[in-house]
């Protein structure tokens, strides 16, 4: 028996492979679906089925590529409701895989197709369950993505979450292993852990939402206190999770077409397309295209683009470093931009050898800052709440990245201010979309907070943000 966990750290998102005497199961796949196929090339192995845990929102399955490169069929567990073909299974439906078994275990809580899928090995023995987003590590599933108006609210369905996590999971033995659809960084819950996999036992003992005494009025006002509106792109992503989307193979050969300086131009103002910088925070800071998005391919490139630029049909033109066109297309697909248009050829070098206009961003060292600091001095702090009320520089105002564009007005529109984040990333990607709102008295600061604490500018007492 063959498990391997295919993990993709920009989307905190972990995809399975299964495989016993020749056959193959995937559990949850990417979109891009030559990862599985050439694993299951390499060995000798036909995958027989596609398993998906539920409608994914922060992301785009490769389930129906998949289903059409293999002819395996589609699996979603009971309530599904899909456009396409697939086995809808019964709640404790058996699906074998060589000398294995792959048992859906129906937990609707986080949605209401929402299903588990538990494997036993040769002997028959519980090994492991695969939990999608009911259950990840250190967390559950945000009961808040599935409702319907006048019919099932949040707290309906955290009410049904506890039911499942209480009948089907927990009495499951503490050494069968626990593998999560997502880690750290997912929106999909409030706190994740860092591991990607664990023993049910341990998770027993760490994770508050399976307390052994816990009531369930107590389960659903913690699972839900706390959450933030779901990025926009959410319901999006499960529209094309469930009705199907293009091949993956049309996206990068349409948003990989080369486009010089004038083409670029002509076609950004015929298609009121966004320019989408993709290059690290210090090559956009010293120029970028007027007007361009920063968003680097270095950071949490995939969530961030889906939080800030929403609309997945939303047309957009690439600047790249050399060599990543494609690769910035593939994970832009991944969260549904399948809109991409071409891309900037010989990168942000040829629109300057086309003597075209280009802007900067001011920057300045945590250093400067502190030799600059006055009581009318103006610094915004764009982490999430969590991390500024966690430990802030005093005196700075929060305005997280996340909800950046309802903060524009908060700006000041005459003075120089300042802006930062933890490092640098997220600071940069606020500048560009300040800049591109005609906001350009801003400087941000290099090495954001991090630096700021090294050099001793005052800063807030800590607070460990579990206990926010």
Request: glycine letters at 8%.
């Amino acid at each position: 028996m063959i498990i391997e966990q295919i993990y993709t750290g920009c989307l905190s998102q972990g995809a399975y492979y299964i495989e016993s005497n020749g056959e193959a199961a995937i559990i949850d796949p990417l979109r891009e679906t030559s990862p599985y196929t050439t694993r299951a090339e390499e060995n000798n192995a036909t995958i027989k089925y596609i398993f998906e845990t539920h409608f994914h929102a922060d992301f785009v399955s490769g389930h129906v590529t998949l289903a059409q490169k293999t002819g395996a069929p589609i699996v979603y567990g009971p309530m599904a409701d899909p456009s396409f073909d697939a086995i809808i299974a019964k709640d404790n439906q058996e699906f074998k895989i060589g000398n294995v078994t792959i048992i859906a275990l129906h937990t609707p809580g986080h949605t209401m197709e929402s299903t588990t899928y538990l494997l036993k090995d040769e002997n028959g023995n519980d090994h492991a369950i695969f939990s999608g987003d009911t259950l990840f590590l250190g967390d559950v599933g945000r009961p808040d993505l599935a409702q319907k108006a006048g019919e099932i609210t949040e707290e309906d369905l955290a009410g049904f979450l506890f039911d499942s996590l209480r009948n089907k999971i927990m009495p499951l033995a503490d050494t069968v292993l626990v593998y999560p659809a997502h880690g750290a960084g997912s929106a999909c819950g409030k706190n994740l852990s860092k591991d990607t996999v664990d023993t049910l036992g341990n998770q027993k003992n760490t994770n508050y939402a399976l307390r052994a005494n816990m009531t369930k009025t107590e389960f659903i006002k913690e699972v839900t206190d706390g959450l933030l509106p779901p990025p926009s792109y959410f319901p999006l992503n499960v529209k094309m999770n469930k009705e199907g989307y293009d091949d993956i193979a049309d996206i990068i050969k349409r948003g990989t077409i080369a486009l010089d300086p004038d083409m670029l131009e002509a076609l950004a103002n015929r298609t009121g397309a966004i320019i989408l910088d993709v290059r690290h925070q210090d090559d956009f800071a010293k120029g970028h295209i007027p007007r361009s998005i920063f968003i680097g391919l270095d950071g949490s490139f995939a969530p961030w683009v889906g939080a800030l630029i929403a609309d997945v049909e939303q047309p957009i033109i690439l600047v790249t470093p050399e060599g990543k066109e494609e690769e910035t297309v593939i994970r832009l697909s991944r969260v549904g931009f399948d809109n991409t248009l071409g891309y900037l050829k010989g990168g942000f070098n040829a629109w300057k050898k086309a003597a075209k206009e280009y802007d900067t961003v001011n920057t300045t060292t945590a250093s400067n800052l502190s030799n600059e600091l006055d009581s009318s001095t103006k610094v915004y702090d764009v982490r999430k709440e969590s991390e500024y009320l966690s430990e802030h520089m005093i005196g700075a105002i929060n305005t997280p990245l996340d909800f950046i564009n309802k903060y524009i007005k908060d700006f000041p529109s005459n003075e120089n201010f300042y802006i930062h984040c933890a490092s640098g990333y997220r600071s940069m990607v606020a500048a560009s979309i300040l800049k591109s709102r005609g906001i350009h008295n801003l400087i941000n600061v290099n090495g954001g907070f991090n630096a700021i604490k090294d050099i001793k500018i005052p800063v807030s007492n800590y607070v460990c943000p579990s206990t926010l």
